[in-house]
Every structure is written in C-alpha cells, then in structure tokens.
C-alpha cells in the first residue's frame, strides 16, 4: 500500500460528500487487507485530510486544528524502518517514476528520534512535509538547509516549516557579476538521528514522484554518513 492507493480509495468515497454504512465497512476491510499497521493507517489518515482539505479549502484551518487534536487524543505511532539487531541495517536503494523514493523517505523520516539534518534543494511534497512536521512535533530536533531562489516556489512547504517552529537557513542571495554567490543549494540529502544517511538526485516534489527519473540511497555507513553530515554543519554555519 501506498499513498497513491489510499488517495484513490478515499475519493471514490468522498465523491457524495458522505461515508456510507457500506462504504465504512467496505473501508474496514480495505485496511485490515492493506493498511494492516500503525504507520500504514498514518498514511491513509494523512491522506483523507489531505483529500477533505483539497476538497474544501475554506475549511484548511479547522481541518489542521482537527487533525492536531487527533494526533493528541489517539496517535499513530510510525513503526520504524527494520534493521538487523545488531547492526547499522542495511542499504536500500530506491528509483523514481512511483512511490519508492517518496516511501522510503517518509518511513525513514517516520523513524527519527532524536536529530533530523535536511539539506535539500525544494520541498513541496506535502506527504513528506507532514512527515518532518509530524517529528517535530514528537520533539525531533529538525533542521534545515534549502536554496533561497526555491523558497518562493509555489507550494514550498519552508514557510510551514518555519511557522511551525522549525529553524530554517538558507543560502545566500547572488550578488551581480558574482559567480561565487550565484549558484544553487542543489544537495538532496538527510542526516537522521547521525546515524543514518538519505541522498540521490530525487528531489522532494511530487513531480519526482509522478514523472522523473529519479534516486534515493539509505545507508548507515559511518563513513558517508560522517561526511555528509560535516558537509551540512559546514553548510549550517556557513549560512
């Protein structure tokens, strides 16, 4: 099951505006069959606020106050990414067009306990925007790094992120003639809990997701690990 499964299953349910005895059952049994986890029924309930918001967007605000009040009374706790006992875990390797790149990076992000580092160039998929809100809220500490041209992009989630509390940097804006100052925060990587590594050319959109080719490489090995997360505090005090 992924997010794209749950958004179809959900809509064909919202199109009357109601949820049906029927269709309750029929949603029951589609859970138990797909959504059989804590963290897959995060995701199907991610997805039905996201629907109701694009649905009605008047109602956005209430709609977040709503879903704050639910994470509150009844959590969802993520179920973390599976290591080997003993070990740092292994390697995995994802490829875009689809869902792999987008779901390896929310369980990842899903994962985090203590310390989530993003250096990435633009953030605009929702579903991995609520992924980093969500451990911010849990108390992750979160930082992060992203290209000052793509913070006006439309539907950048920075703004959200900094609203929300999270501390965002940014790199400098070019000055004329300047080709020290002109060039892009282009990295794509993720530091979790300075263990754990996400990097490769998938940027967090969901056009990567839809259309491009794309890649994403989770590894615990100490040494990229060790050197991307210098490069993000060299970047970080740089900024």
């Not at 859970?31 to 109602?59: I, M, Y």
């Not at 605000?61 to 009844?74: C, F, H, Q, S, Y």
């Not at 779901?103 to 250096?119: G, H, M, Q, T």
């Not at 000055?175 to 809990?193: I, Y």
């Amino acid at each position: 099951m992924n997010a794209a499964d749950a958004d179809r299953f959900l809509a064909r349910t919202l199109a009357d505006g109601q949820l049906t005895g029927g269709e309750k059952q029929d949603l029951a049994a589609w859970l138990a069959e797909h959504a059989p986890t804590d963290s897959l029924r995060g995701v199907v309930r991610h997805a039905a606020f996201d629907l109701a918001r694009k649905s009605a967007p008047d109602a956005a605000r209430v709609l977040d106050w709503l879903e704050g009040v639910l994470r509150a009374v009844a959590p969802v706790q993520a179920a973390p990414v599976a290591d080997a006992p003993g070990s740092p875990g292994p390697t995995t390797v994802a490829f875009a067009p689809g869902e792999a790149c987008l779901n390896l990076i929310v369980r990842r992000i899903s994962a985090a306990r203590r310390s989530l580092d993003l250096c990435v160039f633009t953030i605009t998929d929702d579903r991995i925007s609520r992924a980093v809100l969500d451990a911010h809220r849990r108390g992750v500490k979160v930082r992060v790094i992203s290209d000052n041209d793509k913070a006006h992009d439309p539907g950048s989630d920075l703004r959200r992120f900094a609203e929300a509390g999270v501390v965002v940097k940014f790199d400098p804006p070019g000055r004329p003639n300047d080709p020290h100052t002109t060039g892009h925060m282009h990295h794509k990587f993720a530091v979790v809990d300075g263990s754990r590594l996400l990097t490769g050319s998938y940027n967090w959109t969901r056009g990567a997701a839809e259309v491009n080719f794309e890649n994403v490489v989770d590894t615990a090995d100490p040494g990229l690990v060790a050197a991307f997360a210098a490069e993000f505090g060299r970047l970080w005090n740089q900024f």
